[in-house]
Protein backbone atom coordinates (compact mmCIF):
# COMPACT_ATOMS: atom_id res chain seq x y z
CA UNK A 1 0.00 0.00 0.00
CA UNK A 2 1.69 3.64 -0.86
CA UNK A 3 -0.16 6.56 -1.09
CA UNK A 4 0.52 9.40 -4.14
CA UNK A 5 0.34 12.31 -1.37
CA UNK A 6 3.21 13.71 -1.40
CA UNK A 7 4.16 17.69 0.14
CA UNK A 8 4.73 18.97 -3.07
CA UNK A 9 1.02 17.25 -3.89
CA UNK A 10 -0.97 18.93 -1.85
CA UNK A 11 0.58 21.30 0.94
CA UNK A 12 -1.97 22.54 3.04
CA UNK A 13 -2.33 18.54 3.88
CA UNK A 14 1.38 18.17 4.54
CA UNK A 15 2.62 21.54 5.98
CA UNK A 16 0.26 23.54 6.84
CA UNK A 17 -3.45 25.06 6.95
CA UNK A 18 -4.98 27.32 4.53
CA UNK A 19 -5.01 31.40 5.78
CA UNK A 20 -8.56 31.95 7.97
CA UNK A 21 -10.52 33.73 5.73
CA UNK A 22 -13.46 36.18 6.74
CA UNK A 23 -16.19 33.52 6.60
CA UNK A 24 -14.09 31.22 8.66
CA UNK A 25 -13.49 34.15 11.20
CA UNK A 26 -16.90 34.05 11.70
CA UNK A 27 -17.35 30.31 12.22
CA UNK A 28 -14.83 30.53 15.02
CA UNK A 29 -16.04 33.46 16.72
CA UNK A 30 -19.52 31.66 16.72
CA UNK A 31 -17.69 28.17 17.68
CA UNK A 32 -15.97 30.05 21.06
CA UNK A 33 -19.49 31.36 22.28
CA UNK A 34 -20.63 28.21 22.07
CA UNK A 35 -17.40 26.17 23.62
CA UNK A 36 -17.84 29.29 26.50
CA UNK A 37 -21.69 28.08 27.79
CA UNK A 38 -21.27 24.25 26.83
CA UNK A 39 -17.90 23.64 27.17
CA UNK A 40 -16.47 24.87 30.29
CA UNK A 41 -13.35 23.17 30.09
CA UNK A 42 -12.48 25.31 27.24
CA UNK A 43 -11.54 28.34 30.01
CA UNK A 44 -8.85 26.56 31.55
CA UNK A 45 -7.41 26.51 27.84
CA UNK A 46 -7.46 29.78 26.59
CA UNK A 47 -3.72 29.64 25.44
CA UNK A 48 -4.56 26.14 23.38
CA UNK A 49 -7.31 26.89 21.69
CA UNK A 50 -6.35 29.64 19.84
CA UNK A 51 -8.10 30.36 16.25
CA UNK A 52 -5.57 28.49 14.46
CA UNK A 53 -6.14 25.64 16.97
CA UNK A 54 -9.93 25.69 16.69
CA UNK A 55 -9.69 25.74 12.93
CA UNK A 56 -8.04 22.61 13.07
CA UNK A 57 -10.85 21.33 15.11
CA UNK A 58 -13.46 22.66 12.95
CA UNK A 59 -11.59 21.16 9.43
CA UNK A 60 -11.08 17.53 11.10
CA UNK A 61 -15.22 17.55 11.88
CA UNK A 62 -15.64 19.14 8.43
CA UNK A 63 -17.26 22.39 9.97
CA UNK A 64 -20.03 20.41 12.50
CA UNK A 65 -20.11 22.33 15.57
CA UNK A 66 -21.91 19.22 17.48
CA UNK A 67 -19.30 17.01 16.40
CA UNK A 68 -16.41 19.46 16.58
CA UNK A 69 -17.56 20.60 20.38
CA UNK A 70 -17.33 16.81 21.25
CA UNK A 71 -14.40 16.41 19.86
CA UNK A 72 -12.53 19.27 21.62
CA UNK A 73 -14.16 18.22 24.88
CA UNK A 74 -12.16 15.10 24.51
CA UNK A 75 -9.40 16.66 23.88
CA UNK A 76 -9.61 18.58 26.88
CA UNK A 77 -10.36 15.93 29.20
CA UNK A 78 -7.49 14.16 27.93
CA UNK A 79 -5.42 17.28 28.88
CA UNK A 80 -6.40 17.68 32.08
CA UNK A 81 -6.24 13.76 32.82
CA UNK A 82 -2.73 13.83 31.75
CA UNK A 83 -1.95 17.65 32.85
CA UNK A 84 -0.32 17.83 29.58
CA UNK A 85 0.93 21.73 31.05
CA UNK A 86 2.34 20.21 33.84
CA UNK A 87 4.39 17.81 32.36
CA UNK A 88 7.80 19.40 32.90
CA UNK A 89 6.53 21.33 35.77
CA UNK A 90 6.61 20.69 39.98
CA UNK A 91 3.16 19.21 39.68
CA UNK A 92 4.40 16.89 36.52
CA UNK A 93 5.40 14.24 38.79
CA UNK A 94 2.58 13.67 40.28
CA UNK A 95 1.41 12.11 37.08
CA UNK A 96 4.02 9.51 37.27
CA UNK A 97 3.01 5.47 37.31
CA UNK A 98 3.76 3.34 40.07
CA UNK A 99 7.23 2.92 39.55
CA UNK A 100 7.91 6.66 38.68
CA UNK A 101 6.49 7.80 42.34
CA UNK A 102 8.50 5.06 43.92
CA UNK A 103 11.63 6.85 42.33
CA UNK A 104 10.68 9.99 43.15
CA UNK A 105 9.92 9.28 46.71
CA UNK A 106 13.33 7.30 46.65
CA UNK A 107 15.02 10.05 45.37
CA UNK A 108 14.27 13.02 47.33
CA UNK A 109 14.86 10.49 50.66
CA UNK A 110 18.77 10.24 49.06
CA UNK A 111 19.02 13.48 48.71
CA UNK A 112 17.81 15.00 51.47
CA UNK A 113 16.03 18.09 50.29
CA UNK A 114 15.14 20.32 52.62
CA UNK A 115 13.89 24.25 51.05
CA UNK A 116 10.27 24.04 49.44
CA UNK A 117 12.27 25.58 46.48
CA UNK A 118 15.03 23.41 46.22
CA UNK A 119 12.90 20.92 45.97
CA UNK A 120 10.50 22.03 43.23
CA UNK A 121 13.58 22.82 41.01
CA UNK A 122 14.52 19.72 41.68
CA UNK A 123 10.92 18.10 40.92
CA UNK A 124 11.15 19.06 37.34
CA UNK A 125 14.55 17.70 36.44
CA UNK A 126 13.31 14.43 38.12
CA UNK A 127 10.21 14.26 35.38
CA UNK A 128 12.86 14.95 32.76
CA UNK A 129 14.84 12.45 34.10
CA UNK A 130 12.51 9.67 34.61
CA UNK A 131 11.34 10.79 30.37
CA UNK A 132 15.46 10.15 29.95
CA UNK A 133 14.98 6.18 31.13
CA UNK A 134 11.84 5.81 29.36
CA UNK A 135 12.94 6.84 26.37
CA UNK A 136 16.73 5.18 26.97
CA UNK A 137 16.42 2.90 24.28
CA UNK A 138 15.28 4.96 21.32
CA UNK A 139 11.59 3.77 21.42
CA UNK A 140 10.35 7.50 20.94
CA UNK A 141 12.54 9.79 20.32
CA UNK A 142 12.16 13.86 18.13
CA UNK A 143 15.09 13.18 15.50
CA UNK A 144 15.23 16.29 14.22
CA UNK A 145 13.53 18.00 11.04
CA UNK A 146 12.96 16.55 7.36
CA UNK A 147 13.19 18.25 4.51
CA UNK A 148 10.17 20.12 5.23
CA UNK A 149 11.22 21.57 8.18
CA UNK A 150 8.87 19.37 9.51
CA UNK A 151 9.88 18.10 13.19
CA UNK A 152 10.28 14.17 12.60
CA UNK A 153 8.89 12.11 15.50
CA UNK A 154 10.46 7.71 15.19
CA UNK A 155 8.49 5.55 17.03
CA UNK A 156 10.28 1.71 17.48
CA UNK A 157 8.15 -0.38 20.10
CA UNK A 158 10.07 -3.29 19.95
CA UNK A 159 12.69 -1.71 22.06
CA UNK A 160 9.73 -1.54 24.97
CA UNK A 161 12.49 -1.00 28.64
CA UNK A 162 9.70 0.07 30.94
CA UNK A 163 6.40 -1.38 31.48
CA UNK A 164 4.08 1.31 32.28
CA UNK A 165 1.37 2.84 29.95
CA UNK A 166 1.22 5.75 31.89
CA UNK A 167 5.27 6.72 31.13
CA UNK A 168 4.99 5.82 27.66
CA UNK A 169 1.91 8.17 26.99
CA UNK A 170 3.62 11.04 29.25
CA UNK A 171 7.01 10.64 27.20
CA UNK A 172 4.82 10.83 23.65
CA UNK A 173 2.86 13.82 25.34
CA UNK A 174 6.09 15.66 25.62
CA UNK A 175 7.32 14.78 22.52
CA UNK A 176 4.71 15.87 20.34
CA UNK A 177 4.36 19.19 22.73
CA UNK A 178 8.26 19.44 21.72
CA UNK A 179 7.52 19.08 18.40
CA UNK A 180 5.05 21.54 17.89
CA UNK A 181 7.32 24.57 19.88
CA UNK A 182 10.08 23.20 17.47
CA UNK A 183 7.70 23.90 14.31
CA UNK A 184 8.72 27.56 12.44
CA UNK A 185 6.17 30.00 11.18
CA UNK A 186 5.28 28.88 7.91
CA UNK A 187 4.80 24.94 8.81
CA UNK A 188 2.23 23.20 10.88
CA UNK A 189 2.40 19.43 11.07
CA UNK A 190 5.05 16.91 11.63
CA UNK A 191 6.36 13.93 10.68
CA UNK A 192 6.13 10.01 12.37
CA UNK A 193 8.18 7.30 11.46
CA UNK A 194 7.13 4.20 12.94
CA UNK A 195 10.22 1.37 12.51
CA UNK A 196 8.51 -2.13 12.89
CA UNK A 197 11.13 -4.13 11.25
CA UNK A 198 11.04 -6.13 14.73
CA UNK A 199 7.33 -5.85 15.41
CA UNK A 200 5.81 -9.13 16.45
CA UNK A 201 2.90 -10.38 18.36
CA UNK A 202 5.25 -10.39 21.39
CA UNK A 203 6.44 -7.39 21.36
CA UNK A 204 3.28 -4.70 19.91
CA UNK A 205 1.87 -2.37 22.46
CA UNK A 206 -0.86 -3.49 24.53
CA UNK A 207 -4.58 -2.09 23.09
CA UNK A 208 -5.15 0.38 25.56
CA UNK A 209 -1.34 1.98 24.80
CA UNK A 210 -1.89 1.42 20.92
CA UNK A 211 -5.59 3.17 21.47
CA UNK A 212 -4.86 6.32 23.40
CA UNK A 213 -1.58 6.86 21.28
CA UNK A 214 -4.23 6.98 18.31
CA UNK A 215 -6.62 9.38 19.67
CA UNK A 216 -3.61 11.43 20.39
CA UNK A 217 -2.26 11.92 16.82
CA UNK A 218 -6.09 11.76 15.11
CA UNK A 219 -7.93 13.82 18.27
CA UNK A 220 -5.94 15.75 20.62
CA UNK A 221 -4.06 17.03 18.02
CA UNK A 222 -6.04 17.36 14.71
CA UNK A 223 -4.69 18.62 11.59
CA UNK A 224 -1.07 17.91 12.82
CA UNK A 225 -0.06 15.42 11.14
CA UNK A 226 1.85 15.64 7.39
CA UNK A 227 2.90 12.23 7.27
CA UNK A 228 3.56 8.56 8.96
CA UNK A 229 5.66 6.39 7.37
CA UNK A 230 5.09 2.68 8.64
CA UNK A 231 8.29 1.00 7.96
CA UNK A 232 9.08 -2.30 6.84
CA UNK A 233 5.94 -3.61 8.74
CA UNK A 234 5.34 -8.01 9.13
CA UNK A 235 2.11 -9.55 7.96
CA UNK A 236 1.05 -9.40 11.48
CA UNK A 237 1.05 -5.69 12.08
CA UNK A 238 -1.62 -5.75 9.10
CA UNK A 239 -3.83 -7.48 11.44
CA UNK A 240 -3.29 -5.15 13.86
CA UNK A 241 -3.53 -2.09 11.83
CA UNK A 242 -6.76 -3.23 10.68
CA UNK A 243 -8.02 -3.71 14.12
CA UNK A 244 -7.23 -0.12 15.08
CA UNK A 245 -7.89 1.93 11.64
CA UNK A 246 -11.75 2.19 11.75
CA UNK A 247 -10.57 4.65 14.65
CA UNK A 248 -9.04 6.93 12.28
CA UNK A 249 -10.40 9.24 9.31
CA UNK A 250 -10.21 9.06 6.05
CA UNK A 251 -8.14 11.86 5.59
CA UNK A 252 -5.63 10.93 8.00
CA UNK A 253 -5.23 7.80 6.13
CA UNK A 254 -4.05 9.33 3.09
CA UNK A 255 -1.24 10.34 4.65
CA UNK A 256 0.08 7.10 5.83
CA UNK A 257 2.94 5.25 3.43
CA UNK A 258 3.72 1.69 3.75
CA UNK A 259 7.24 1.38 2.98
CA UNK A 260 7.42 -2.90 1.80
CA UNK A 261 10.53 -4.50 0.42
CA UNK A 262 14.06 -3.10 -0.65
CA UNK A 263 15.20 0.92 0.42
CA UNK A 264 18.68 0.66 -0.91
CA UNK A 265 19.96 3.61 -2.55
CA UNK A 266 18.03 4.77 -5.93
CA UNK A 267 15.15 2.03 -5.36
CA UNK A 268 11.33 3.93 -5.70
CA UNK A 269 10.97 3.43 -1.79
CA UNK A 270 14.09 5.26 -1.09
CA UNK A 271 13.37 8.07 -3.55
CA UNK A 272 9.62 8.30 -2.26
CA UNK A 273 11.68 8.72 1.45
CA UNK A 274 13.52 11.46 -0.08
CA UNK A 275 10.48 13.32 -1.07
CA UNK A 276 8.56 12.82 2.05
CA UNK A 277 11.92 13.23 4.64
CA UNK A 278 15.08 13.99 2.83
CA UNK A 279 18.08 13.39 1.25
CA UNK A 280 19.54 11.94 4.99
CA UNK A 281 16.50 10.32 5.69
CA UNK A 282 18.05 6.90 6.72
CA UNK A 283 20.51 8.58 9.22
CA UNK A 284 17.71 10.85 10.70
CA UNK A 285 15.53 7.49 11.37
CA UNK A 286 17.79 5.11 12.39
CA UNK A 287 16.57 3.18 8.85
CA UNK A 288 19.15 0.77 7.72
CA UNK A 289 21.70 1.64 10.16
CA UNK A 290 23.35 -0.25 12.89
CA UNK A 291 22.37 -1.00 16.07
CA UNK A 292 24.55 1.22 18.45
CA UNK A 293 23.92 -0.70 21.75
CA UNK A 294 22.37 -3.96 22.28
CA UNK A 295 18.46 -3.65 22.58
CA UNK A 296 18.43 0.11 21.48
CA UNK A 297 16.65 1.02 18.24
CA UNK A 298 18.58 1.53 15.09
CA UNK A 299 20.92 4.77 14.62
CA UNK A 300 20.23 5.53 18.32
CA UNK A 301 22.82 7.27 20.10
CA UNK A 302 20.95 8.30 23.48
CA UNK A 303 23.36 10.86 24.53
CA UNK A 304 23.15 12.45 21.36
CA UNK A 305 18.97 12.43 20.98
CA UNK A 306 17.92 13.03 24.13
CA UNK A 307 20.39 15.66 24.87
CA UNK A 308 19.29 17.14 21.64
CA UNK A 309 15.77 17.04 22.85
CA UNK A 310 16.54 18.61 26.07
CA UNK A 311 18.40 21.42 24.24
CA UNK A 312 15.44 22.33 22.02
CA UNK A 313 12.82 22.10 24.77
CA UNK A 314 15.40 24.26 27.02
CA UNK A 315 15.45 27.05 24.43
CA UNK A 316 11.85 26.59 23.31
CA UNK A 317 10.30 26.58 26.70
CA UNK A 318 12.78 28.91 28.96
CA UNK A 319 12.94 25.88 31.59
CA UNK A 320 16.74 25.40 32.70
CA UNK A 321 16.75 21.57 32.40
CA UNK A 322 19.68 21.16 30.42
CA UNK A 323 23.09 19.47 32.33
CA UNK A 324 20.66 17.82 34.63
CA UNK A 325 19.71 14.75 32.49
CA UNK A 326 20.44 11.91 34.41
CA UNK A 327 20.81 13.13 38.05
CA UNK A 328 18.67 10.52 39.50
CA UNK A 329 20.99 7.52 37.80
CA UNK A 330 23.76 9.53 39.75
CA UNK A 331 21.92 8.82 43.30
CA UNK A 332 23.41 5.36 44.81
CA UNK A 333 19.55 4.38 45.96
CA UNK A 334 18.32 5.48 42.01
CA UNK A 335 20.76 3.20 41.14
CA UNK A 336 19.19 0.49 42.73
CA UNK A 337 15.63 1.16 41.87
CA UNK A 338 16.17 2.20 38.14
CA UNK A 339 15.91 -1.57 36.54
CA UNK A 340 15.14 -2.75 33.43
CA UNK A 341 12.15 -4.53 32.71
CA UNK A 342 12.25 -7.41 29.89
CA UNK A 343 8.36 -6.24 28.71
CA UNK A 344 8.92 -9.25 26.39
CA UNK A 345 9.37 -11.67 28.73
CA UNK A 346 6.23 -10.81 30.74
CA UNK A 347 4.25 -11.02 27.29
CA UNK A 348 5.34 -14.77 26.56
CA UNK A 349 4.60 -15.68 30.11
CA UNK A 350 1.15 -14.01 29.95
CA UNK A 351 0.45 -15.69 26.45
CA UNK A 352 1.36 -19.39 27.52
CA UNK A 353 -0.66 -19.08 31.07
CA UNK A 354 -3.63 -17.92 28.90
CA UNK A 355 -3.00 -20.74 26.00
CA UNK A 356 -2.78 -23.79 28.65
CA UNK A 357 -5.95 -22.26 30.47
CA UNK A 358 -7.73 -21.74 27.35
CA UNK A 359 -7.14 -25.05 25.99
CA UNK A 360 -7.94 -26.53 29.87
CA UNK A 361 -11.51 -24.56 29.35
CA UNK A 362 -12.04 -25.56 25.74
CA UNK A 363 -11.35 -29.43 26.70
CA UNK A 364 -13.32 -29.41 29.76
CA UNK A 365 -16.23 -27.18 29.27
CA UNK A 366 -16.86 -27.12 25.98
CA UNK A 367 -18.94 -24.89 24.16
CA UNK A 368 -20.19 -23.54 26.84
CA UNK A 369 -16.80 -21.91 27.83
CA UNK A 370 -14.93 -18.91 27.22
CA UNK A 371 -13.35 -20.15 24.08
CA UNK A 372 -16.48 -20.92 22.85
CA UNK A 373 -18.12 -17.49 23.83
CA UNK A 374 -15.07 -15.57 22.58
CA UNK A 375 -15.30 -17.23 19.40
CA UNK A 376 -19.45 -16.66 19.40
CA UNK A 377 -18.86 -12.96 20.13
CA UNK A 378 -16.32 -12.40 17.56
CA UNK A 379 -18.32 -13.46 14.75
CA UNK A 380 -21.38 -11.18 16.08
CA UNK A 381 -19.28 -8.29 16.57
CA UNK A 382 -15.67 -7.92 15.94
CA UNK A 383 -15.81 -9.47 12.38
CA UNK A 384 -18.57 -6.52 11.12
CA UNK A 385 -16.75 -4.06 13.13
CA UNK A 386 -13.33 -4.57 12.07
CA UNK A 387 -13.72 -5.52 8.52
CA UNK A 388 -12.16 -8.75 9.11
CA UNK A 389 -11.94 -10.51 5.77
CA UNK A 390 -8.91 -13.49 6.11
CA UNK A 391 -8.38 -16.42 7.84
CA UNK A 392 -4.92 -15.42 9.86
CA UNK A 393 -6.60 -12.24 11.02
CA UNK A 394 -9.84 -13.96 12.30
CA UNK A 395 -7.80 -16.08 14.54
CA UNK A 396 -5.50 -12.79 15.43
CA UNK A 397 -8.93 -11.44 16.27
CA UNK A 398 -10.29 -14.13 18.20
CA UNK A 399 -6.77 -14.62 20.36
CA UNK A 400 -7.12 -11.07 21.22
CA UNK A 401 -11.17 -11.52 22.46
CA UNK A 402 -10.00 -14.96 24.52
CA UNK A 403 -7.19 -13.06 26.06
CA UNK A 404 -9.32 -10.32 26.88
CA UNK A 405 -11.55 -13.18 28.30
CA UNK A 406 -9.16 -14.84 30.27
CA UNK A 407 -8.10 -11.87 32.17
CA UNK A 408 -5.52 -10.81 30.11
CA UNK A 409 -7.42 -7.08 30.22
CA UNK A 410 -5.50 -3.48 29.47
CA UNK A 411 -7.75 -1.19 30.67
CA UNK A 412 -7.52 2.54 29.83
CA UNK A 413 -5.38 4.87 31.92
CA UNK A 414 -8.51 7.75 30.93
CA UNK A 415 -11.00 6.07 32.50
Known sequence: MRTSHL????PEIHLYLQEISSSEQNLLDELRAQLESSC??????????????????????????????????????????????????????Q???????????????????????????????????????TAETGKCYVAGSDRW??????????????????????????????????????IERYTVFMNLEDFSFFNMPSMAESIESIKMLTQCYPERLGHCVVYLPPFVFKAFYDSLSFMIDA?????????????????DNDRIMKEIIGNDWKKLTGATMPVLKPGHSPGYDHRLHFSKMLSNYEKLS????????????????????????????????????????LNLDLYFVGKHGVVSSAWEKLQKEATPLFEVHNAWSESLYMWLEMAKYGGRVYSSPLK
Not at 62 to 72: A, R
Not at 98 to 120: A, N, P, R
Not at 154 to 162: I, R, Y
Not at 329 to 357: H, R
Open 40 to 93: PLSCNHRDFLDDRQLLRFLIARKFDFNTTIDMIQGALEWRETRKVEELATPQGF
Open 149 to 186: KRPLLVLNGSVQNTPHCDDHMLLLAWSLELMIMMMPKD
Open 318 to 357: GKNVLGHSMLLKQTSVAKGTTKKFNANTMEMWGILLIFVL
Open 251 to 267: KTLQKVVFLYGDVDDDS
Open 95 to 133: FLSKEGKYLHDEFFMSSQVHTVKKKISIQIIFVITLFEI
Open 7 to 10: PSDD
